[in-house]
């Protein structure tokens, strides 16, 4: 499985953002699609996530009620809608992969708010 996130970028407090993670490879062996992010110098930490195995949507409680995980028809790619940014949603964002075997997780994309 091969996970490519793309859409951020700089925008000031208050904005919004859409994050898209496309995968390829073995997709159907996908179970959950999941949003990360990593502050300097801290551990990566849950935004997101979304089961394929029920449809259950977790978020972190700093996000909630801003942020939504969603994904398209085809199930590819998976969103993550960010809206009324703050300074603090600065940081790398990552998207996994979840299957039986292996997490696997893309490359990451830089989100800057400004205030």
């Known amino acids: 499985v091969q996970l490519q996130a793309s859409g951020g970028g700089s925008v000031q407090a208050g904005e919004s953002l859409r994050l898209s993670c496309t995968t390829s490879g073995m997709v159907r062996s996908i179970n959950a699609v999941s949003w990360y992010r990593q502050f300097p110098g801290k551990e990566r930490e849950l935004v997101a996530e979304?089961?394929?195995?029920?449809?259950?949507?977790e978020y972190a409680d700093s996000v909630k009620g801003r942020f939504t995980i969603s994904e398209h028809v085809t199930k590819n790619p998976v969103y993550l809608q960010m809206n009324n940014l703050k300074p603090e949603d600065t940081a790398v964002y990552y998207c996994s992969a979840e299957t039986p075997n292996k997490v696997y997780w893309g490359q990451g994309t830089l989100v800057t708010v400004s205030s």
């Open positions: 979304m089961s394929r195995r029920g449809g259950r949507l």
